[in-house]
């Protein structure tokens, strides 16, 4: 199995942007639904958006609105786009190839007040 490799984190003031990457170096990337998912200290971990292979994406309601997902099959890259950040936000974030791939290790948003 694959294991994605996340990048992009960082700390932003709250109401800033951060664009998340995730490389996921197999040759069905194509043909894979895709999620991120972010966990904060003493919080489970839970699914913030995902992408299917045809492009359909969906949200958690915490993140309507302000997140977008994306997808480049020729990158084998799905991103995540930050904007309105709230202290609230603040989490690892993980990406998977859904349902059940192997996680990355995850990168750190930090949203300041």
């Known amino acids: 199995q694959v294991q994605p490799v996340e990048s992009g984190g960082g700390l932003v003031q709250a109401g800033g942007s951060l664009r998340l990457s995730c490389v996921a170096s197999?040759?069905?990337?194509?043909?894979?639904?895709m999620g991120w998912y972010r966990q904060a200290p003493g919080k489970q971990r839970e699914l913030v958006a995902q992408?299917?292979?045809?492009?359909?994406?969906n949200y958690a309601d915490s993140v309507q609105g302000r997140f977008t997902i994306s997808r480049d099959n020729a990158k084998k890259t799905v991103y995540l786009q930050m904007n309105s950040l709230r202290p609230e936000d603040t989490a690892g974030y993980y990406c998977?190839?859904?349902?059940?791939?192997?996680w990355g290790e995850g990168t750190l948003v930090t949203v300041s007040t």
């Open positions: 998977r190839i859904l349902p059940l791939g192997l």
């Open positions: 197999t040759s069905t990337f194509s043909s894979n639904a």
């Open positions: 992408i299917s292979s045809a492009g359909i994406t």
